[in-house]
């Protein structure tokens, strides 16, 4: 049975840093294509980051990319979210996800198998 949970959510300041945890079980890890992705409340699907199977290989949505680090641990069945100077727009649930493809995008939520319950990430100004 596979189940995502994610953690290390929480509220910061606009400039703050926060680290995501996913932690994976029920399913071999090391072998999917894994993303992070966030929604708000009354916004729609917004895809953040994706990894390779072996971590060698990672891709942030613009809006993310210099601020945010994707990694995995595959030995821990665990992936990482790093989030560096968090903005206000950045608030909202935070979603580990298996892709049901291998590769590292997505547009919806039809692109992921599973995913769990999710992480809040709450940036004031």
């Known amino acids: 049975q596979v189940h995502l949970v994610e953690s290390g959510g929480g509220l910061v300041h606009s400039g703050g840093s926060l680290r995501l945890s996913c932690a994976a079980s029920?399913?071999?890890?090391?072998?999917?294509?894994m993303c992070w992705v966030r929604q708000a409340p009354g916004k729609g699907f917004g895809w953040v980051a994706g990894?390779?199977?072996?971590?060698?290989?990672?891709y942030y949505a613009d809006s993310v990319q210099g601020r945010f680090t994707v990694s995995r641990d595959n030995a821990e069945n665990t992936m990482y979210l790093h989030m560096d100077n968090l903005r206000p727009e950045d608030t909202a649930g935070y979603f580990c996800?298996?892709?049901?493809?291998?590769?590292?995008?997505?547009?919806?939520?039809?692109?992921?198998?599973?995913w769990g319950r999710g992480a809040q990430v709450t940036v004031s100004s």
């Open positions: 996800a298996r892709k049901k493809y291998p590769n590292w995008g997505a547009s919806s939520w039809s692109d992921f198998d599973y």
């Open positions: 029920g399913f071999t890890f090391s072998a999917y294509w």
């Open positions: 990894i390779a199977p072996g971590g060698d290989d990672a």
